[in-house]
Structure formats: structure tokens, C-alpha cells
């Protein structure tokens, strides 16, 4: 069947084909889209097959934009292989500053009695922490997606996922069709990035007992 594309979401990935024989308003996904070479647009004349989803409602699928040549899929000879973030010197100093800092900190806490002495150590904990938390770039410039075996260049959803430590990644058109697999699903890619969170909270955990002991010691005295 021929249709055209009247309406179209990109940010959710859906829209409505008008039938040009009977006018009738179908739902499409993105997922059920055959054409690779770009995304749908409003206006867009295009093939499609007419179906019913399981409220009896029409819905297209096999969706082909006329016009577009689907881009092919290049693929290398080996697949490229993902490796995790590793640290670096900057890493190992930020991680030797924390500890100096919060070491810093109690003890001049302790022989002072005065918070106004450990905001310098406190401030070179926060840029520490930063620099821990700082967002790295894998050297490879491509990935071999985990699910069509695609090679692809990464994007900021890549490299966030690649430094949360996911290294089964996926391309662009894998991930919408995933995404559309599980609808019911939350996906949550805020995962502790190496263990550098929880080091970061322990970090701050021990140095708390030290202050209420002394802020205890005080108030008796």
C-alpha cells in the first residue's frame, strides 16, 4: 500500500501515514521502518503493509520511504573490539588527592576545632571528585554494534554507555528496536561508573564520624 507521512515524532520515534486509497490513519514505529538511509520526515511518500495491533487499531509496518536508498551496512573484516575505560595518571592522582584531602581535613579539624580550616581541603576534594567523574572518549572512533554486528562511529549515548561500563553497545537502529522490544521496561544507564562513586562515598563516609566526635567532645566540654 501507498501512503504519506502526516505526522512524526523523532524525539519518541513514532508517527501516521495517511493511505492514499482510503484515507485511513495509521500508526507506525520507528522500528517497523525498512529504510536505513535516514529517518522519517513529515511529507514522506511511502510503501507500507496495513495491519491491525491487539486493540484492533491500523497500524503499518515494513514501512519503505520512497525515494531513499537504504545506506549499506558496512562491517569490517574483524569485529572491533570494545575496551573498557582504564585509568590513567590523572586518575591515580585524583584518587591519592581525595585521600590527602580527607586525611587533611579530620587532622585539622582535630587541632583546630575550626570548619572555616578544611574549605581548602574541601575544595581540592570537589575538583578531585570531578576529575574522577570526568567523562572519557574510547580511542577507537568506531564500535561493532552487539546486536546487527554494524560498524558505527560513536555518538553521546555511546560514550556515556561506554563509560558507565557497558561494552556491548548498539548502533542507532538497534537501540530504537530494542527500546521497542521492552516498552514496559525502564532503562536506566546510570550505573556506578568503575566503582569510583562508591569509593568517593566511602571516602566521605569515614570522615564523618571523626567530625561528630569532636563536635560530641566539644559540646561536653
Known sequence: MRGKITQWKDDKGFGFIVSEDSG????????????????????????????????????????????VVSEQKTYSKNRIHTEPPK??????????LVILSL??????FVQTENLKKIIPFGVILVISVGLLNRQKK??????????????????????????????????SVCHQRWLAEQPS????VSVSSQGRGCFVVSALLAILPIIAAVEVYQWFV
Open 24 to 67: 485511513e490513519k495509521l500508526f507506525f514505529h520507528i522500528s517497523a521502518v525498512k529504510t536505513r538511509g535516514r529517518r522519517p520526515q513529515v511529507g514522506d511518500i511511502v510503501l507500507y503493509e496495513s495491519m491491525r495491533d491487539s486493540q484492533g487499531r491500523p497500524k503499518a509496518k515494513a514501512v519503505v520511504i520512497e525515494g
Open 87 to 96: 585509568k590513567d595518571i590523572l586518575d591515580y592522582v585524583s584518587i591519592v
Open 103 to 108: 586525611v587533611g581535613a579530620a587532622y585539622s
Open 138 to 171: 574510547p580511542k577507537e572512533k568506531r564500535f561493532s554494534c552487539a546486536r546487527c554486528r554494524k560498524d558505527s562511529e560513536y555518538d553521546k549515548r555511546t560514550i556515556k554507555a561506554w563509560n558507565n561500563g557497558f561494552q556491548k553497545l548498539y548502533c
Open 185 to 188: 521496561q525502564t532503562q536506566n
